[in-house]
């Protein structure tokens, strides 16, 4: 009975694949990927993907794949994945415009790994899309430059470094807490993109370090940390903009002769990992402008 059960359920769907291609001329069927969540964004990519008779999308919110059948001779993969990405979406092909992704509601806003921008061409596309949300309380959100969303965070950074420095515990603990906060304020909704994707990859270490430096009083440990942290806002700074040249410096005696870099505003070399024991120890290994 559960064989038959399986081959009547294969049949149904071999026959509304058929009917579908009946229904497309010149049929051709391509597996692509499009990045999304929900239930939601399923239903945006279908709608604005399919034109009767001509293009049908099939998207599949587990693997985010999606099966593309169209008529080979009235369009093609790219110019569905265009109107996908006009909507909201990414492709491996094309990333969606800035405005309209951020326009999505939370529960939509993927990952973002595409990397070829497609251009606004059309306006009624894009409302088309945001009117799918409509159930969702949420306006537009612009992108906040950079500087101003990071500042803080970069400028406690400085000052846990200045604190190590002099070996005063008690204000890289107080500067820290001040650094988990302005990381905690950080909306990464409005970062552009290139900065979300590595603060994705590196807040919630930042956060874990910034933590561990503020309750802890043991200038060792402080130092341990602060060697974990400094690498993740290397990597923040590298995409990130900042007002002035920034040093990277490396001291090749801590840890045991492994080193450790730190980022400062200054290219003259004050180690905080001993601070007045080895105070010029190290050099600068990069300048990021």
């Keep these: ?15 509304l694949s058929t009917t579908t ?13 499009i990045y999304g969540n929900c239930g939601m964004c399923k239903t945006t990519i279908e709608k604005t993907g399919n034109i009767k008779k001509i293009a049908k999308v099939e998207w599949d919110q587990d693997s985010q794949m999606a099966t593309l059948t169209y008529d080979a001779k009235k369009t093609n993969q790219d110019e569905i994945l265009k109107r996908i990405a006009l909507a909201g979406y990414d492709s491996d092909k094309f990333l969606a ?3 309209v992704y951020n326009n999505l509601h939370g529960c939509c806003q993927y990952e973002r790994v595409a990397k070829v ?3 606004e061409e059309n306006k009624m596309m894009t409302t088309e899309a945001h009117s799918n949300h409509s159930n969702h309380s949420q306006s537009a ?8 969303q990071l500042d803080a965070v970069f400028s406690n950074y400085f000052l846990v470094k200045d604190a190590l420095i002099t070996s005063d515990a008690t204000k890289a603990a107080v500067a820290s807490k001040e650094l988990l906060s302005a990381v905690n304020n950080i909306k990464m909704e409005k970062l552009e993109m290139d900065v979300h994707m590595v603060w994705m990859k590196v807040v919630n270490s930042i956060k874990e370090d910034a ?34 040249p920034i040093y ?15 980022l400062s505003k200054e290219d003259a070399i004050k180690n905080p990992y001993y601070g007045s024991m080895m105070l010029s120890c190290g050099k ?3 300048i990021i402008k």
Aim: charge should be positive; proline fraction near 4%; hydrophobic fraction near 35%.
């Design 1 to 15: 009975m559960k064989n038959s059960f399986i081959n009547i359920m294969v049949v149904i769907c071999v026959l």
């Design 21 to 33: 291609n009946a229904q497309i001329k010149n049929a051709t069927t391509e597996t692509v990927r």
């Design 97 to 99: 415009p800035d405005d």
């Design 117 to 119: 921008p497609v251009k």
């Design 141 to 148: 959100t612009d992108v906040i430059p950079n500087e101003n």
């Design 211 to 244: 933590k561990q430096i503020g309750d802890n009083k043991d200038i060792k440990q402080q130092r341990q940390h602060f060697s974990n942290l400094s690498k993740d806002i290397y990597g923040l700074m590298k995409v990130a903009k900042y007002e002035s």
């Design 248 to 262: 990277y410096q490396f001291c090749p005696m801590y840890n045991d002769g492994k080193g450790a870099n730190w």
């Design 284 to 286: 600068t290994v990069e």
